[in-house]
């Protein structure tokens, strides 16, 4: 289908400290196609996101953006590039207001002036969007918001404005029913419009439901990449708790491989 | 450059050699008068460098850790003769036990160490230039003729004995004044650390509530300039007299401007010269032959050899013999604003 | 209660009146959401303390000097805001105006230089400083603290060199003197009220039409007006009693008009509220003292903007250091020392800066330097001992916070925090 | 069922400032059964289980414990009483590891000495009993740790003590397919061993799974609390958006009840 | 590499042997988990630069002074790191060990006291006050910058009026002067020496053995040796060099042995790293100072920790005026004020508390103090003029900061922050 991809990654290595948290990791987003990016809690998901937005740097791998190889050292270069990412914390300031969060780095001016009208207003409609309900004003700080609204804020942020690659992890999992549907929706759309999307989840539903494609990460490692339409849920499950499902999947475990990983629960005493 | 080592000691410890030990020298802050910052060291490096004899003078910057910190240090390196300016009797007691526990000769330097027994003290008298201060003003106001004028006294810092000394000179003079009458008693205050930004508030706030102020005793030069500013401000400048001490460019402009009734005068090259003499001597290993008056030590009552130098009450009449004395240049204080003034003074 | 509504965003909303804006105003505050009101309320506290112990304090000649006296506070702790919104601090700030101040009175005095060749340099010394702790802070990684306390050290060991060692350096420089201890002309100071407050309304005017031209909800016509009212009345009547006579001896010398300083520290506190509340980098400074994370996230370059706090910091402590020589007439190596860094520390927090960041205007330093100068001056008035006088400072200093802290509590009760 | 509630509340307010939250709420939880706590996002389920465990004071109302009238001021009453709560913003602290976060408070020691084996211990079981597979270390910063993590450590922490409530507020967002499963059994197990639990969730089939009753907050105020057994799927997603579904919840909507509440979202111009 | 697995907590675990754990040990070094090193490593490059400056620095007679100089700030400073752990500060540290100071002094030389009844009332008087900050700031919630501002500027006054308005107080009690004066004989400094390292050992054991009977993992015997001998190996030559005659004069007056205040400083350091790291009260303060609303939730008596960290703090800061008393043999209004409260932070945070709270160790504050000593020991044997040594004293500073703060920025590119 989609011709060439438009963030491409490739042996991605990425280790704090002595922890080696993703081993050789490749992914591929094509446009117009909503990626699913699936794996155990501690798989290595939102490091491997913080990564690709430049909030952790690299330890080897190449990273392709529309073809060229890119290197993204901070966050104003993938937002410079056209990546835009709703991040798993949140990253909201509890000192500002919802109006001020959307617009943080990106604040509409007229002449060196703030335009706060015109921030309020769109963000107003981003909101709405978004089926926001009980919000009380656009000028309540964040502080106060519940996690729901905190998460809805979060992503409003993210869709306003024209980025190429949008990667939102675990966008829904604070989200109530409506909202939920609301953000399958608008990821579905943006999609449709041409965009790459990555999607972070857990709901196996959710990424049936709108993704083209599976990525699982089993332990720091890419299990498999493979088409929606080719497998099955519980095929995925498989992917993520073991690592492989069938022929799919990352060759048998060796104990030498992930045996130091999984059981060193106790190492070295406490500090 | 003023304090920096001459280079020429080889680590020689207290010295058994023929050759003269080396002198360790401690001043006491920078802030209570500009003496211990600019004057002092210059004129006593110039002695010793004079003499021959390797000094080495540090300043403590009114902190008392850091002068026993500097003592111990002079201590180790093995100085022949250690002559301090003490923070206050107490380390300076210490630190002088502790020298004459290592064998190392001990001179008082401008203020005695109370119970210290250091072998010499060279010193103007505290006192004395604080009397000083209250005779001149005393004299000034008479010379205005107001009658039962008030008197505020800016004092210096709380914290510094020898503002506690000026004051029980110029409180002698003129307590018996409040007494019988002629002056009234005004506000008095300690101004911290010796601070001028400070002292202009209290200053202004001693005027905001009491506007008959007739006559400031201003510990020193700085204090006085703050309080000039003040009066200048309301136009009162010249007709309340200011007093001062240290003969600053300041104060000494301030003097031929009219606007500071005196200033005191201690001749801090002699000073110097005199502490260098007896320090060079002990150094040498002779016995000094320069201190010939004593000083009783009121704690210990012990009578400590002495160089005891006079300070010098300055006016507008004898600015110029700071100028001769070559304590600061014509050239300093006769800027284009005091040229006029200068030559009033007859000064050439 | 005629809601009307409109549409903003395609979400409904309400307009709101003079009574339903009062009544959300009162919940608010008995909410805990107190904004300024405990520091204003404690500067009223102290004013009545010391009113009732002196009668002076309340005089004319009083209240001008109060200003001269705060001025050098003011300054700082405005410039001390920014750091402390980043939730750095700055511990040289007060020598740092102390050198900056030497350098000026230098150029005066001993170079003859003219006012407006030097305070410019000197302004430029302080922007100087600022970058260079900024950069230390920012691009290796200091805690500020550490680099601020170096700074604190050797900057006090600058001054003693710039001023050889220890004198005193007086400035005769005329317009250079005035600046902290003059007035301004009965006429001027009628004529800067009138635009001050005419600036306000039209500030405020504009905006509720540029909301209104929106669609959006704007604030109710009566209260914009009260509000320019209030601070019509305030100005007019401080100018009132400024451009009153009140030499000590009238014959001699005549004292009105408001302290030339006043409309400077006017100006920064106008131009310093705006870049922080109305312009992109304002907002970006209360990001990264909020959630420094989020800002970088945000594509915010971290690394200047707290450079650039420093570099405000300095600034103002320089102009703050102009002040104080300006005021003594001369610059000593105790210039800048002394008490002056942890009250003007103090009177930011006081007015509600937080030390952790994110919280701060600069209305507040203005406030709490306000605090300062009134605890200054009355103490300086009622003639204790120098003993007695700190622990009373410190007292008094106790009980101004305390209003504050009580008043806040209800706010720690219902959850706002 | 189940005789007397174990928990129960009476028409409690909460209001924050201006705002108010929860209008005379009422709220039974029964000994050996999971009631389930639904709501859309913002309709104050995180504010009632802080009012519950003394964060926020309430403004009026009662709460019964086991029959008796109980004020608790602050979370260490709560924990007196044998309430225990997992919440959503999980406070955990960064500083500490995983170990001293889960008995912070209750440290466990020998004389006045922590005794760091026993916790060190306990906490390895507590984690294994809830298929943690990629904790590095017991003795690994929380800060360093995975979304999911983080709220296992959360769980865990809750589940040590010997407590009559459990309240988990959202406990499953951010975990992957089996913990869920493990989190979800684990609830079940605690009723049925005669505990209270309370259980907050946006998702349906979690809810349905192991929910003995159900209770759904709209928009501040209990919109019906009723079993599980009675309701369907669909009624209870009409009660979370609309409040009612056909004879139970709310009385229909009068304007002005609600109007200011919903439609009000940019009052009073920007601060 | 052998691994013997066994199980704890019902789930595998791996035994570490020795090169693992180095390695891991090297693994978490590379990845910016420097913990203490970068100031031990400015540290020593300080006394590089000194001792290539000056051979004096190396003497065993300066080696002994550095204590003496030291221990003021490193007493303060560990009382600081436990205000500092929970993101306060505490301003008034050092008037406040003046004003204990002071009582101690008045009552050995005024009233005649005999030291074993003054000092704890000295001691007492720092607890009651710490009490006083920590009610203040706990129970009415004001600032502590500003509470401790006010206790700054008011126990300055205390000691003025103590003092008697400026003079000063002889201590001539032979014990209590002796405290940071004397030195122990060379016997007693071995046997102190002794016992550090044979207590050391029974705790380390005692700990390895404690967790193998669990089954749990235990940091390998070598490693533990390893420590132990380090430890012993740094003790014994640092006694060895203080035993040796290190008088200048050794005719008149014999000087060795460990300096007195050195086993004070090792019994508090000792005592409050296991109140820190082995009670659940110092549990909750780090849990407090990380995430005071987690610590709340877990139902942890906020307040009271708050309360208590600041007894502690004004507790350490008597014992630290006592010590300036004792080596002054006197105490004057300039006693705990000048530099010694910013020296005291400083120290604490150089060695790496963070004054945000939830970051230090009470070793910290050793470290720092050591640093800062160095450098006044340093800049006194270097003998620059006042203005320069103010300077230096800043730059080397900062140098000692950057050390540090390079050495963290692989932290920082890590990720590990
Ligand atoms: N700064 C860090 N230092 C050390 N280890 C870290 C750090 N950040 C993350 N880790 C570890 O890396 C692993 C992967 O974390 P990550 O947050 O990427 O997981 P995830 O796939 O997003 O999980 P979840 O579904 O729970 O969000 C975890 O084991 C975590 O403990
Ligand atoms: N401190 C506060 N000040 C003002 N409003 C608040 C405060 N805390 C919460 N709110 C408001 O109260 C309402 C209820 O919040 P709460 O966190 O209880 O929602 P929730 O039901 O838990 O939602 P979610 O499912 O999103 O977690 C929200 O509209 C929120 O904005
Ligand atoms: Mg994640
Ligand atoms: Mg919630």
Not at chain 3, 53 to 63: E, P
Not at chain 3, 67 to 79: L, T
Not at chain 3, 390 to 410: C, E
Request: net charge neutral; aromatic share 6%.
């Amino acid at each position: 289908m989609a011709a060439t991809p438009l963030l491409e990654l490739n042996g991605i290595n990425k280790a704090f400290g002595p922890v080696q948290v993703l081993h050789d990791v490749s992914l591929s987003v094509y446009p117009g196609e909503v990626t699913a990016l699936v794996g155990d809690n501690g798989a290595g998901k939102s490091t491997m996101v913080k990564c690709i937005s430049g909030i952790y740097q690299i330890d080897s791998g190449t990273v392709t953006f529309e073809g060229n190889q890119v290197a993204i050292h901070a966050p104003s270069d993938a937002s410079a590039l056209g990546i835009e990412v709703v991040y798993q914390d949140l990253a909201l300031c509890d000192n500002l207001d919802v109006v001020q969060n959307m617009f943080l780095g990106r604040e509409k001016k007229r002449g060196i002036v703030l335009d706060e009208p015109t921030m309020e207003q769109m963000a107003g409609d981003a909101l709405a969007s978004l089926s926001v309900r009980t919000l009380k004003s656009l000028r309540q700080l964040v502080a106060s918001l519940s996690g729901g609204q905190r998460q809805t804020v979060a992503i409003a942020k993210a869709v306003l404005w024209n980025s190429k690659v949008v990667i939102l992890d675990e966008p829904t999992a604070a989200l109530g029913v409506a909202q939920t549907a609301q953000v399958l929706e608008l990821v579905r759309r943006l999609a449709d419009n041409g965009l790459g999307v990555v999607l972070i989840s857990h709901n196996m539903n959710d990424v049936f439901a709108v993704s083209d494609r599976i990525a699982a990460l089993y332990l720091g490692r890419m299990a498999a990449q493979v088409k929606t339409t080719d497998v099955t849920h519980s095929q995925v499950v498989e992917l993520i708790t073991g690592g492989r499902s069938g022929n799919i999947g990352l060759p048998p475990e060796k104990p030498a491989d992930f045996g130091g990983d999984v059981v060193d629960i106790t190492p070295g005493g406490d500090k | 450059a003023c304090g920096d080592d001459s280079g020429s000691d080889s680590g020689s410890s207290g010295g058994g050699s023929t050759a003269a030990g080396k002198v360790g020298i401690i001043l006491p802050d920078t802030k209570s008068s500009q003496r211990w910052g600019t004057d002092d060291p210059k004129f006593l490096k110039a002695a010793f460098d004079a003499a021959g004899v390797p000094v080495e003078i540090q300043n403590a910057q009114g902190d008392k850790t850091q002068f026993q910190t500097i003592a111990d240090g002079m201590i180790s390196s093995g100085v022949a003769v250690l002559m301090i300016v003490n923070l206050d009797s107490g380390t300076g007691k210490a630190v002088l036990e502790k020298a004459k526990k290592a064998g190392i000769a001990t001179i008082d330097y401008d203020r005695l160490t109370l119970s210290g027994g250091a072998d010499y003290y060279v010193s103007f008298d505290n006192v004395k230039v604080g009397k000083l201060q209250g005779e001149g003003l005393v004299k000034c106001l008479e010379d205005k003729k107001y009658v039962k004028p008030v008197v505020a006294e800016l004092n210096g810092s709380p914290t510094d004995n020898n503002a506690t000394l000026f004051a029980e000179g110029y409180d002698g003079v003129l307590d018996p004044k409040y007494a019988d009458g002629t002056f009234q008693k005004g506000p008095n205050q300690d101004v911290p650390d010796w601070d001028n930004a400070q002292a202009a508030t209290i200053f202004e706030q001693m005027l905001t509530s009491n506007k008959n102020i007739k006559g400031v005793l201003a510990a020193n030069d700085g204090l006085g300039n703050a309080a000039i500013t003040v009066l200048k401000k309301n136009k009162l400048n010249g007709q309340v007299p200011v007093t001062g001490q240290d003969a600053t460019v300041q104060g000494l402009q301030n003097i031929l401007a009219g606007d500071q009734c005196m200033t005191v005068y201690k001749a801090i090259k002699k000073e110097a010269d005199a502490a260098a003499e007896l320090a060079v001597a002990l150094a040498k290993k002779q016995k000094p032959t320069t201190a010939t008056g004593t000083t009783k030590d009121p704690e210990s009552g012990a009578d400590v050899p002495s160089v005891l130098l006079d300070p010098q009450s300055i006016t507008k009449e004898t600015v110029k013999d700071v100028i001769a004395d070559g304590f600061v240049t014509k050239d300093a204080v006769c800027t284009a604003d005091f040229a006029k003034f200068c030559t009033e003074a007859g000064i050439s | 209660m005629t809601t009307t509504t409109t549409t903003a965003g395609g979400v409904k909303v309400v307009k709101p009146t003079v009574t339903s804006y009062i009544n959300d105003y009162w919940g608010r505050v008995r909410g805990g959401d107190l904004g300024g009101l405990p520091a204003i309320l404690g500067l009223v506290v102290l004013s009545l303390i010391f009113g009732v112990a002196r009668d002076t304090f309340f005089s004319g000649l009083n209240f001008a000097n109060l200003f001269n006296q705060g001025a050098i506070y003011i300054f700082i702790a405005m410039g001390l805001v920014f750091v402390l919104l980043l939730g750095e601090i700055d511990l040289s700030a007060g020598y740092t105006s102390g050198v900056c101040g030497a350098v000026v009175a230098i150029l005066l005095t001993n170079h003859g230089w003219d006012w407006y060749t030097a305070i410019p340099v000197a302004l430029l010394t302080g922007i100087v400083i600022g970058f260079g702790l900024g950069f230390l802070v920012a691009k290796i990684g200091i805690p500020s603290f550490v680099v601020t306390l170096a700074a604190f050290l050797g900057f006090q060991g600058v001054l003693l060199v710039l001023l050889g060692g220890g004198t005193n350096i007086s400035t005769r420089n005329e317009f250079f003197n005035s600046l902290n201890n003059d007035n301004l002309s009965v006429s001027w100071s009628w004529i800067l009220t009138i635009v001050a407050i005419l600036g306000y309304a039209a500030a405020q005017f504009s905006r509720v039409r540029s909301r209104a031209a929106r669609g959006l909800v704007t604030d109710p016509m009566g209260i914009v007006l009260m509000r320019i009212g209030g601070l019509a009345v305030l100005l007019i009547v401080a100018t009132a009693i400024l451009t009153q006579e009140r030499a000590i001896n009238p014959a001699i010398n005549s004292l009105k008009g408001v302290p030339i300083v006043v409309p400077i520290i006017g100006f920064f506190l106008v131009l310093w509220t705006f870049v922080l509340g109305r312009t992109s980098y304002g907002r970006h400074i209360y990001a990264v003292g909020g959630n420094t994370e989020a800002a970088r996230r945000a594509g915010i370059p971290v690394d200047r903007i707290r450079i650039s706090v420093f570099v405000i910091g300095s600034f103002m402590a320089s102009i703050g250091g102009l002040m104080a020589v300006s005021r003594a007439s001369s610059v000593d190596p105790n210039t800048g020392g002394s008490n002056v860094l942890l009250y003007s520390v103090g009177a930011a927090v006081i007015g509600g800066t937080s030390l952790f960041g994110g919280k701060g205007k600069v209305i507040n330093a203005v406030v709490g330097g306000a605090v300062i100068a009134v605890i200054d001056n009355g103490m300086g008035l009622l003639g204790f001992s120098s003993g007695q006088k700190f622990i009373f400072t410190g007292v008094i200093l106790l009980i101004a916070a305390s209003v504050d802290a009580l008043a806040r509590r209800r706010a720690a009760a219902t959850g706002n925090r």
